[in-house]
């Protein structure tokens, strides 16, 4: 098979057979389909022979292990997608959920293809149902490696993860020309679509690297954390590397002697998981928030943390997105859940409202509620209102809550709460004692830990330098964990 690769090299890509090559184990690759031709004769393309029309499909290994892998070739037609086709992929998801592999796409796509016409639409539907077919049975992973605009993103968009590579890749429901001549707006493709738009703004992509081979070695890694199918099991490490003695000395110094002071919650997860096991995810979206796969005890887990480094680590529109979509990924596909939680509360005001922060924060409590795996929580600090319950509390079914004995747990703060129980002696100065006193006896009587402990809310308070052995004893326990028989319906309906 010739492949016009100097075509790519001359944009600075790499081309679609060598980007297959530097995703997947040396020479494991095998290509199938690469016969098919399109059988368009409309508007001249019954002259034109387009090679394998336009996406090489097959399958492969990485790190050993069994893949499903597409390329478009955009030297092809602009790797537009006909009839044949989205076929051909849409055959290749098939096989994958059949032999229960993962499918990794390549997209560097220019959409539909218009001489097609309906032919093509009809290409896409097809690849969009086995997409939702595959979802939860096998993982799928999308490389954005050029541009994709129109139904070429909706693909993308139903899969579990999206990469993105600077300069490279470009997401848009409609690009720039369209929305100029509709909008009467002049925007590069770059700024409406580009990766870093998606990796830090609209939360699309979930991992933004600045090459093509670091973006490949980054999905080999990804890999190496989650299972490959339903009901494959966690991945273990073959060696565990873990300095307690340093980590247990550097937990206790991360909180601030400040309680309204920031932290970064990274810190606090180092101390926790195995050593430099966390693989973070959306890195650059929704900061109070931190979402990641890790390793405890040479098991793959998930880990989601508030961040008081980013707005308080309050949680808003885009970290409630942000955490359900990983909480249900990781339910799935039977990863565990280690949940740290340090949150003031659902962000206030009206620009979250009008947002719909009630339908996004919704999110956060069906995921966790709905999720079966082993869960475990780790209360930090502050643990406040709503969102205390949404953080997978004891309420909505986490198999165990640990609470650092300095935190606090109520509807509220110290100093709201007095506000509001005692708005006329907060009026008068000459009350301050009095204020202060109830302050104090507000934070004795209601916040601390010990309370909720008694209630059977939290299952234990302990020091930080215990919490990574409670998490590695209670992820050892819960490993065999069945779920509970839920009550008979087709499904639920998760506010989206």
Known sequence: ???????????GKLHAIERINALCDKDSFSEIYSGVRHNCTSFGMDKKDIPYDGVITGFGKINGRRVAVYAQDFTVQGGSLGLQHGEKIAQLIEKAIEVRCPVIGINDSGGARIQEGVDSLCGYGDLFYQNVRASGSVPQISIIAGPCAGGAVYSPGITDFIFTVDKISQLFITGPKVVKSVMFMDISAEDLGGASIHSQKSGVAHFRSETEDECYASVRKLLDYIPHYY???????????????????????????????????RKVIDCLVDDESFFETSAEFAKNCVTGFAKVDGRSIGVVANNPAGVGGVLDCDSSDKIARFVRYCDSFNIPLLTLVDVPGFIPGPQEEQKGIIRHGAKVIYAYSEASVPKVSVILRKAYGGAYIAMCSKHLGADFVYAWSGSEIAVMGAEGAVEILYAKEMADPSKAAEVAAKKEAYKNEIMKPTIAAKRGYVSEVIEPEDTRKRIVDSFDFLLQKTSTDAPKKKHGNIPL
């Open 1 to 11: 098979m010739e492949y016009n690769i100097e075509k790519q090299h001359a944009k």
């Open 231 to 265: 009901g494959d099991e966690i991945v273990q490490a073959a060696k565990v590397h873990y300095d307690a003695k340093k980590k247990a000395k550097a937990i206790k110094e991360i909180l601030p002697e400040n309680p309204r002071q920031g932290y970064d919650v």
